[in-house]
């Protein structure tokens, strides 16, 4: 399967990845599972069950979930690197008394799903925070394995 070619079929781009805003890295291997940094929008600030619907909050999700496939192209120059998705550790910015998470992260699930079919389905925690940086409403990390013979990232 070609994932970048069905991002360019489903007519989705990848967003430009921007440095990282502190002292980590946006993707670690470590024999052949590749672990993605958290990512969260930039252009969203508020906790979801206030500031944002439950569909909003799966909307940045969603985002989120390019956010994450961004950086693995732009380590890798290709989403055509991965073999499957393991994990993803969704955390939704809320109020005490929320509790729609699995809702919000299905935003991520569903695209990677579409995009990677099987190959997409993974193991998921999706909890609430009572903030999260720079007040974004939804945080993702992803872990993931890599083909076999794929050489280190960029």
């Known amino acids: 399967m070609n994932y970048d070619q069905k991002l360019l079929e489903a007519g989705i781009s990848l967003p430009e990845i921007s440095p990282p805003s502190g002292h980590y890295l946006h993707v670690k291997e470590d024999q052949g599972i590749l672990h993605v940094a958290g990512k969260g929008v930039s252009h969203a600030a508020g906790k979801v069950g206030v500031a944002f619907s439950i569909q909003e909050g799966y ?30 550790y969704g955390m939704v910015n809320c109020p005490p008394d929320f509790s729609n998470h699995p809702e919000v992260i299905n935003g991520c699930s ?45």
Not at 142 to 150: D, E, I, T
């Open 110 to 154: 569903d695209l990677l799903i579409d995009i990677f079919g099987d190959a997409g389905r993974h193991v998921r925690m999706a909890v609430g925070a009572s903030s999260l940086p720079d007040q974004t409403p939804v945080e993702i990390e992803m872990s993931l394995r890599l083909k076999q013979g794929v050489g280190k990232a960029n």
């Open 59 to 88: 909307e940045f999700a969603r985002e989120t979930g390019l956010l994450l496939l961004a950086a693995v192209h732009d380590a890798y120059g290709s989403l055509n690197v991965i073999e499957n998705i393991l994990r993803v």
